[in-house]
Structure formats: structure tokens, C-alpha cells
């Protein structure tokens, strides 16, 4: 009895084309793919009147599909987008990615995270973070000799530091 098994190079490519010929004379052929655990869609992030807007090209989604997180420096929005079409078709090109996917922005600044906002719209998903006010840290110098000679009226000199000078 025949090996019905097609030969196939087991090599690094994504996809592989099989093609097998019946005893009858039939070719059936089908598509492998592999994919990767987690793609990355295409992102855009630029600086706009005081905040930072990040926009995530990602077709076929709903708003809450999306999971839009702020973890330190870091923005991270990921989620899983779904195949709708049926499983009995017959494809014949394969290139837009299903699955589970994410995209890490690092942010050049701290940002106001109260304020955050995201809106989902003609497949592109916008971030908009706003840029945190600079914090001012009040920094007293006392000298200790100074300090047990100064009375109620007399106070210290009095500095400001501001984080974004560093």
C-alpha cells in the first residue's frame, strides 16, 4: 500500500503550500500555517500640545476588545483579534494576523494617568497621555549650629526643585 503521507521540508518559512495527488488524479492542496505566539500591529507614537498620542492600526475589533494598560514607564495594549470567516473555505492567500497580539510603547515622560483617554474608530485605536505637571519638591536648608540659635521670627532659606530641570 502506497504512503498517502506527502513529503514536505520542515524549514523556518510561516507558510507551506502541500499539494498531494490521489490515486484517481485529484490534486487537493492545502495551506500549513504557523504562526507566531503574539504579533505586533503597526504603531504610530507622536507628541501633540502637551500630551502623547499613540495610535494602533488594528482592523476588525470592538472597543472593549482591547486591553489598554499603564505599568511604570511602559504603555501596553494587547488583545486577541478573532477569524470570522468559516472553517470549510479554501484560502488562497494568508496574510492579515488573528490571534493574540500587543504593542509596548515606552514613554519618554511621565504622564498625567487620571486624565489617560482612548477611543476606537475606522480600525485605529488612539491613546492620548497627557503630560504630568512637573513636581515641585520644597527643599528647606538648615545649618545645625544655625538651628538651635534660630528663633520663632527667624526662618530658614527656602529652595525649589523642580524634577523636570534633572
Do not use: N
Not at 54 to 67: L, N, P, Q, T
Not at 133 to 157: F, M, Y
Amino acid at each position: 500500500m502506497p504512503d498517502d503521507t506527502p513529503p514536505f521540508d520542515q524549514s523556518d518559512d510561516p507558510t507551506l503550500d502541500v499539494g498531494l495527488e490521489t490515486a484517481e488524479g485529484v490534486v487537493r492542496r492545502w495551506v500549513v500555517v504557523r504562526h507566531a505566539t503574539v504579533w505586533r500591529p503597526p504603531t504610530d507614537v507622536f507628541e501633540q500640545e502637551g500630551r502623547l498620542v499613540v495610535v494602533v492600526e488594528i482592523a476588525g475589533m470592538h472597543h472593549s476588545d482591547f486591553s489598554v494598560l499603564l505599568q511604570g514607564p511602559r504603555l501596553i495594549i494587547s488583545g486577541v483579534r478573532q477569524r470570522a470567516t468559516p472553517r470549510d473555505c479554501a484560502y488562497h492567500q494568508l496574510e492579515i494576523p488573528y490571534g493574540e497580539f500587543r504593542a509596548e510603547v515606552s514613554l519618554p515622560w511621565p504622564v498625567l494617568r487620571d486624565a489617560v483617554t482612548a477611543s476606537y474608530r475606522d480600525g485605529f485605536l488612539r491613546v492620548e497621555l497627557p503630560h504630568a505637571p512637573a513636581q515641585k519638591i520644597q527643599i528647606v536648608t538648615v545649618d545645625q549650629d544655625e538651628s538651635d540659635a534660630l528663633d520663632a521670627e527667624t526662618l530658614p532659606e527656602e529652595t525649589t526643585y523642580d524634577e523636570t530641570s534633572r
